[in-house]
């Protein structure tokens, strides 16, 4: 007695193995364009517009940078027009206190030049009250932070 004619049936989990693994391939490319299109740091906050009147308060830390310690800043028509040192941990000498706008611009700027983290925390309104910057994950004193607080805009 022979079984040539005989259907012989596959376990149906060897089917569902195999276009589990026909698809995984399929997938992977939708998985990178879908992290991709995730907002960048911050951006799920409502849309803040600076304006061109305000003064903050403006804590840089984190890493080796130029503008450390601590600065009560005033901008007047989108330029920072004075800056004091608040505090005894600051940096001596002539340095420039960039904007709010300005700062953003900065961690805009590292996010497109492929900066290894890129960090916004906003306020509800939308304005930044931390900014981080960690250029090399693996690097050493190359990161900055940039804390916003004392945000007061010009009445």
């Known amino acids: 007695m022979g ?3 005989a259907r012989v049936k596959k376990p149906r989990y060897r089917t569902r193995a195999t276009a589990c693994l026909l698809l995984v391939p399929l997938a992977l490319p939708l998985a990178a364009c879908a992290q991709e299109a995730q907002p960048a740091p911050g951006r799920d906050a409502p849309e803040w517009s600076e304006p ?6 403006l804590t840089q830390s984190c890493g080796f940078n130029v503008l450390g310690g601590t600065y009560r800043v005033t901008v007047t028509e989108g330029r920072t027009t004075e800056w004091e040192p608040v505090g005894e941990n600051h940096t001596p000498g002539n340095v420039e206190v960039p904007t709010i706008g300005g700062l953003l611009e900065k961690a805009e700027k590292a996010e497109r030049d492929g900066a290894d983290s890129v960090e916004v ?3 509800e ?3 930044p009250t931390l900014i981080e910057i960690d250029r090399y994950a693996n690097g ?3 990161e900055v932070c940039y804390e916003i607080t004392g945000y007061e805009p010009a009445s």
């Open 3 to 5: 079984f040539t004619n």
């Open 121 to 123: 925390k906003r306020a």
């Open 140 to 142: 050493i004193d190359d």
């Open 52 to 57: 061109p009147n305000y003064a903050y308060t």
């Open 125 to 127: 309104d939308g304005r």
